[in-house]
């Protein structure tokens, strides 16, 4: 079992800047994969990006050159840090992660990200 709690949603003006953060209970070293993403209104769950155990990492096209995942060891933490925010980033971020021996997916809760004039 993996708990994962999000944070650092907020409202954010075009091309500011936010950096979401997911901590998780287990030691994040044992997890495969972990990444993040994102939900609109009306529209199914998609992939921001990914990040494997050995640091291997992957991109949406639309996020490509302005969000960067990157994990913590030591914290049990993974990070997306998104820049040059645009409307279209608009959604609720959901942090995931996927252990390859059980085959489980595991959802935080969601955080809400919404940019904005």
């Known amino acids: 079992q993996v708990q994962l709690v999000e944070s650092g949603g907020d409202l954010v003006q075009p091309g500011g800047s936010l950096r979401l953060s997911c901590v998780a209970s287990?030691?994040?070293?044992?997890?495969?994969?972990m990444g993040w993403y994102r939900q609109a209104p009306g529209k199914q769950r998609d992939l921001v990006a990914t990040?494997?155990?050995?640091?291997?990492?992957n991109y949406a096209d639309s996020v490509k050159g302005r969000f960067t995942i990157s994990r913590d060891n030591a914290k049990n933490t993974v990070y997306l840090q998104m820049n040059n925010l645009k409307p279209e980033d608009t959604a609720v971020y959901y942090c995931n992660a996927w252990l390859s021996i059980t085959n489980t997916n595991y959802w935080g809760q969601g955080t809400q990200v919404t940019v904005s004039s």
């Open positions: 287990n030691n994040i070293f044992s997890i495969d994969v």
């Open positions: 990040i494997t155990s050995g640091g291997s990492t």
